[in-house]
């Protein structure tokens, strides 16, 4: 079963502390992204990840995996819609697919949350007040479904940051990839992987699953990284008790 992780960006927001990949940011000696391929592989997943900026350092992390590399030349131009295209044949009719941005840090409790559910569309987001006041991308939902999203969405309208992991089941999948490529068509370019799910979001329901209470982060800004590594600071010393 197909885990597609994006990891084509620049990231430019922490680009001027960071001479690398913000998903090869090391934590306790590991990447981001190696800990999340290892994780997937860990609950049966094959891992695709899709590159672009500085390809070359993530392939040489991930060299001894078993990794599927693709490469978006393109990244400068294309958002990660461009990047999903370069990986369409691995979004395949009767298997779940698993879909994730390559800066995100998150652990086996929160993979069990997303894997455990029945949804056949849902993302991952987090209901906290202190993801709403200071997160990057916003979701407003009723009934667990998406009705609102963006990065400007007013402050009482907003009910979820968006974590940057979702799944789609098998049911969903055909519907998906058809989107996928009417989009491509109509030279969307600049669209994000989740904008197929957020335009599709009109006629068929879009869920989130709550991870309010778990820990995890998506690497934005070197804040963002500082706060994993008090996490894994507090959690070690937890540990010790």
Request: glycine share 6%; with cysteine; proline share 2%.
């Given at each position: 079963?197909?885990?597609?992780?994006?990891?084509?960006?620049?990231?430019?927001?922490?680009?001027?502390?960071?001479?690398?990949?913000?998903?090869?940011?090391?934590?306790?000696?590991?990447?981001?992204?190696?800990?999340?391929?290892?994780?997937?592989?860990?609950?049966?997943?094959?891992?695709?990840?899709?590159?672009?900026?500085?390809?070359?350092?993530?392939?040489?992390?991930?060299?001894?995996?078993?990794?599927?590399?693709?490469?978006?030349?393109f990244f400068r131009v294309t958002n990660s819609l461009g990047s999903l295209w370069f990986a369409r044949d691995f979004i395949r009719e009767?298997?779940?697919?698993?879909?994730?941005?390559?800066?995100?840090?998150?652990?086996?409790?929160?993979?069990?949350?997303?894997?455990?559910?029945?949804?056949?569309?849902?993302?991952?987001?987090?209901s906290s007040i202190a993801r709403l006041e200071r997160g990057d991308y916003f979701f407003g939902v009723d009934g667990n479904k998406i009705?609102?999203?963006?990065?400007?969405?007013?402050?009482?309208?907003?009910?979820?940051?968006?974590?940057?992991?979702?799944?789609?089941?098998?049911?969903?999948?055909?519907?998906?990839?058809?989107?996928?490529?009417?989009?491509?068509?109509?030279?969307?370019?600049?669209?994000?992987?989740?904008?197929?799910?957020?335009?599709?979001?009109?006629?068929?329901?879009?869920?989130?699953?709550?991870?309010?209470?778990?820990?995890?982060?998506?690497?934005?800004?070197?804040?963002?990284?500082?706060?994993?590594?008090?996490?894994?600071?507090?959690?070690?010393?937890?540990?010790?008790?």
């Amino acid at each position: 079963m197909p885990a597609i992780i994006m990891a084509a960006g620049v990231g430019s927001r922490i680009s001027r502390h960071v001479d690398k990949p913000k998903c090869l940011l090391e934590i306790e000696g590991k990447s981001i992204v190696r800990r999340t391929v290892e994780m997937l592989a860990r609950n049966g997943l094959h891992s695709v990840v899709v590159t672009g900026y500085q390809h070359e350092q993530i392939e040489e992390n991930l060299k001894d995996l078993d990794v599927t590399f693709l490469n978006n030349p393109f990244f400068r131009v294309t958002n990660s819609l461009g990047s999903l295209w370069f990986a369409r044949d691995f979004i395949r009719e009767g298997e779940d697919l698993y879909l994730m941005n390559a800066d995100v840090f998150w652990e086996q409790d929160v993979f069990d949350l997303l894997h455990d559910e029945d949804k056949e569309v849902l993302l991952l987001a987090d209901s906290s007040i202190a993801r709403l006041e200071r997160g990057d991308y916003f979701f407003g939902v009723d009934g667990n479904k998406i009705v609102k999203y963006g990065k400007e969405l007013a402050r009482e309208i907003r009910t979820h940051e968006y974590v940057g992991v979702g799944r789609i089941r098998s049911s969903f999948v055909p519907l998906f990839r058809k989107k996928m490529h009417e989009m491509m068509e109509e030279e969307q370019y600049s669209s994000w992987w989740e904008d197929i799910l957020y335009q599709l979001s009109a006629d068929h329901d879009v869920f989130v699953r709550d991870v309010s209470g778990h820990f995890w982060a998506e690497v934005d800004y070197i804040e963002d990284y500082e706060r994993i590594m008090h996490y894994i600071y507090k959690s070690r010393e937890e540990g010790k008790r």
